[in-house]
């Protein structure tokens, strides 16, 4: 069973359009992470979210976490070349439990078109 | 190097082989962590050090599976009498002090281990 779902799987999009992704779950989780992986490395870490409502901007990336902590969103504005990649959601502290296992998506592959 | 560092960076074994994976953590960091990523999947959770205690190993999918960090730096993650389905990414990642609420974990690139 996947606790996070993350949708779309696959998204491709021309440079300069903007894009959203979802990561849902039925679980409240203390935290919600994101992160980047490219091809043949490992995650980095884009941002953390703790509290229910919150929203953090980095750069052209604005992160959203649900009043409930059970779902979050990321939106790109101005998509470009360089942002193609792997993203990833990962709960921290699911339902109570340890809280240091990220529980991750299966993520969204985002291809920017140049 | 600054990073999490981990060795080999890929590994082809036939099935019923031993494979030894390492992992470099940053230096002076205290958490450990291993995680497995399949084709096309998000990470999961193998196995937990705080120093050189192991003190989650839920994750292990099996008992051919082992992890040691026994002097709480270098770790590294066996597996015994490898069969088709243990063909992943395994990926170490370190933090700096001991695991809680919403702390940084820093990935190394992984080993991509195939069993053919």
């Known amino acids: 069973t996947q606790l996070l779902e993350q949708s779309p799987q696959f998204l491709s999009i021309q440079e300069g359009e903007n894009l959203t992704v979802y990561c849902n779950s039925s679980?409240?989780?203390?935290?919600l992470q994101w992160y980047r992986q490219e091809p043949g490395e490992g995650p980095v870490l884009l941002v953390t979210?703790?509290?229910?409502?919150e929203v953090k901007k980095l750069k052209r990336l604005t992160f959203q976490f649900g009043d409930a902590r059970k779902d979050s969103s990321l939106h790109i504005t101005a998509a470009q070349p360089g942002d193609t990649g792997l993203y990833l959601c990962?709960?921290?502290?699911?339902?109570?439990?340890?809280?240091?296992?990220?529980?991750f998506g299966k993520g969204t592959l985002l291809t920017v078109n140049p | 190097g600054a990073g999490v560092s981990q060795s080999p960076r890929y590994k082809v074994a036939k099935r019923g082989q031993d494979v030894a994976l390492r992992c470099d953590p940053i230096?002076?960091?205290?958490?450990l962590f291993w995680y497995q990523q399949a084709l096309g999947q998000g990470p999961e959770f193998l196995t937990y050090?705080?120093?050189?205690?192991?003190?989650?190993k839920s994750g292990l999918p099996s008992d051919r599976f082992f992890a040691e960090r026994p002097e709480g730096s270098v770790s590294t993650l066996k597996i015994q009498r490898t069969q088709q389905e243990d063909s992943a990414v395994y990926l170490c990642?370190?933090?700096?002090?001991?695991?809680?609420?919403?702390?940084?974990?820093?990935f190394g690139p992984g080993t991509r281990l195939t069993v053919l």
């Open positions: 990642a370190s933090s700096l002090v001991e695991a809680g609420p919403a702390n940084e974990q820093f």
């Open positions: 679980s409240v989780f203390s935290s």
């Open positions: 979210v703790v509290t229910g409502g």
């Open positions: 990962a709960g921290e502290g699911w339902s109570g439990g340890s809280n240091y296992k990220l529980t």
């Open positions: 230096s002076g960091h205290v958490s």
């Open positions: 050090f705080q120093n050189e205690a192991q003190l989650d």
